[in-house]
């Protein structure tokens, strides 16, 4: 999506920011930033790389904070074990998260991709510091790239990708250690390799993907292969919250002789920008704000750091590129919501109370009760019928629990093939029973029955069955 906000030409549209004239990848050299934006970025990558790091390894009471074990279908949560039996949370979960994520973008842009997606945070905040620490500012690194093969650039080359795959390396395991858990992971990592081919190898292949995102790909990910961005095309309207060039009073563009720096800007007929270039050249997309919202814009605020720190050495007020809307540039209207807005927050919070409401609700224990497959039922001595059951109890708990199962009917009798009352912590325990009824009591082939499953004497799940019997 693009809006020429501008009088500039709009021949940007022609070519894409990462490409040449041939269609080849045109390599991005950045300049870094500081300013008030940049400070708040860093500290907010500091938090969420903390956290990211530390996640897996995080216990509370003896259990990991957060754990995907998509492999063996376990999921922690906050502290909360989600089983296959929870499919409705993660579905409704899902749903609303997405509302969420379209709600946000409608609203704020794409703050979430400049501030908090680990792509961006990685990239700008890790991997292209590192890149500047060993190769030197863009122009030196511009040079670099140019130049032939020297020892220089082979130990500058060197060292640069061998510390993005140890990083790269580092990502992996902290991948991975969500996956299979802390405990599993320094298994892994500790034991004979040759019993461990598969899980080292994901270590490898991880490594390779996360090495290829962020020493090549970079930009492309977020312009090219991430859904979300390209998704923004149709969030964003006027209202929304974006990174934004306030053309009305940057426009007409031009330089600003040394006589026109002492006055104001009333007195001389240009506008703001002093046509620096700073703010395209501080873009880690590659593209220049001044030719309005773009699709690869991904609301960083490099430029608004660069473009302040313009503004304060030529006296003008700050905030020629700022957050506001393209309404707030264009009418000198402040950020109002929108009929979309309203709606979305609407849907967003009755999904969250529907939400709010499951989990809490959420039982501790979920019983599955199977009429066994191929049988029918049993004559036994004493003018009894029976049918055999399967049952499934799933402990979602971290402490071991007692259940006991009521039938509805007083002359019914349940039988366990083996015991089944204490089920372990965070496990799935199989059992069978029998049902039986006196056949006098039978009056229908299917007669519906009733069971109560109760722990420490309350009643945490109902299952309704069935019995089959003889009819006369
Ligand atoms: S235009 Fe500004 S906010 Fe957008 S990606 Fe570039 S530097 Fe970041
Ligand atoms: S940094 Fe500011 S003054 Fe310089 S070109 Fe960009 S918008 Fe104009």
Same mark, same amino acid.
């Given at each position: 999506m693009s809006t020429d906000l501008t009088s500039s030409p709009s021949s940007f549209r022609d070519t894409l920011p990462t490409a040449d004239t041939s269609g080849g990848r045109?390599?991005?050299?950045?300049?870094?930033?500081?300013?008030?934006?940049?400070?708040?970025?860093?500290?907010?990558?500091?938090?969420?790389?903390?956290?990211?790091?530390?996640?897996?390894?995080?216990?509370?009471?003896?259990h990991p904070l957060f754990l995907f074990n998509v492999l063996e279908r376990r999921f922690i949560f906050f502290g909360v074990t989600f089983w296959p039996q929870d499919f409705y949370l993660v579905a409704f979960g899902l749903i609303t998260f997405i509302v969420f994520i379209a709600l946000f973008t409608v609203v704020y842009g794409r703050v979430w991709c400049g501030w908090a997606c680990?792509?961006?945070?990685?990239?700008?905040?890790?991997?292209?510091?590192?890149?500047?620490?060993?190769?030197?500012?863009?122009?030196?690194?511009?040079?670099?790239?140019?130049?032939?093969?020297?020892t220089e650039k082979i130990m500058k080359k060197g060292l640069k990708h061998s510390v993005f795959l140890l990083i790269s390396f580092a990502i992996s395991n902290t991948f991975l250690a969500y996956i299979i858990g802390r405990d599993q992971w320094i298994t892994l990592i500790t034991d004979n390799p040759a019993e461990h081919v598969v899980g080292l190898a994901m270590i490898?292949?991880?490594?390779?993907?996360?090495?290829?995102?962020?020493?090549?790909?970079?930009?492309?990910?977020?312009?090219?292969?991430?859904?979300?961005? !390209?998704?923004? @095309?149709?969030? #964003?309207?006027?209202?929304?919250?974006?990174? %934004?060039?306030?053309? $009305?009073? =940057?426009?007409?563009?031009?330089?600003?002789?040394?006589?026109?720096?002492?006055?104001?800007?009333v007195m001389h007929s240009k506008g703001d920008c002093i046509d620096c270039k700073l703010c395209a050249q501080v873009c880690p997309m590659g593209i220049d704000i001044r030719n309005g919202t773009q699709l690869e814009c991904i609301n960083c605020t490099a430029c608004v750091d660069a473009c302040d720190s313009i503004m304060t050495k030529i006296n003008r007020p700050l905030g020629l590129?700022?957050?506001?809307?393209?309404?707030?540039?264009?009418?000198?209207?402040?950020? !109002?919501?929108? @009929?979309?807005? #309203?709606?979305?927050?609407?849907?967003?919070? %009755?999904?969250?109370? $529907?939400? =709010?409401?499951?989990?809490?609700?959420?039982?501790?224990?979920?019983?599955?009760?199977l009429r066994a497959p191929g049988q029918l039922f049993q004559h036994e001595l004493g003018g009894n019928v029976s049918n055999l059951y399967l049952v499934e109890v799933v402990n979602k708990t971290y402490r071991p629990q007692t259940v006991?199962?009521?039938?509805?009917?007083?002359?019914?009798?349940?039988?366990?093939?083996?015991?089944l009352s204490l089920i372990p912590a965070g496990t799935l325990t199989k059992g069978m029973f029998f049902i039986d009824l006196p056949e006098k009591m039978i009056r229908e082939t299917s007669t519906p029955l009733h069971l109560d499953i109760l722990v420490n004497d309350e009643v945490v799940d109902q299952i309704e069955t069935t019995f089959l019997g003889p009819t006369k």
């Open positions: 045109r390599w991005l050299y950045p300049r870094s930033t500081t300013g008030r934006f940049t400070r708040w970025r860093t500290i907010v990558a500091i938090v969420l790389l903390t956290i990211l790091f530390a996640g897996p390894f995080v216990w509370i009471d003896g680990p792509q961006t945070i990685f990239m700008e905040m890790v991997f292209r510091k590192i890149e500047g620490w060993i190769e030197g500012n863009p122009a030196a690194r511009k040079r670099l790239d140019a130049s032939s093969w020297t490898l292949v991880f490594t390779g993907v996360f090495y290829l995102v962020f020493a090549w790909l970079r930009e492309v990910v977020c312009n090219t292969i991430c859904p979300y961005g !390209r998704l923004q @095309g149709v969030l #964003l309207d006027k209202n929304s919250l974006i990174v %934004a060039y306030d053309y $009305v009073r =940057g426009e007409p563009r031009g330089k600003l002789n040394k006589s026109e720096l002492t006055i104001a800007p590129i700022r957050m506001d809307s393209q309404r707030g540039i264009e009418e000198g209207k402040s950020f !109002r919501f929108s @009929g979309r807005i #309203l709606a979305y927050s609407l849907i967003l919070t %009755a999904l969250l109370g $529907v939400m =709010g409401f499951l989990l809490v609700s959420r039982s501790i224990i979920d019983v599955t009760v006991r199962f009521r039938l509805n009917r007083p002359d019914a009798r349940l039988r366990f093939v083996q015991p």
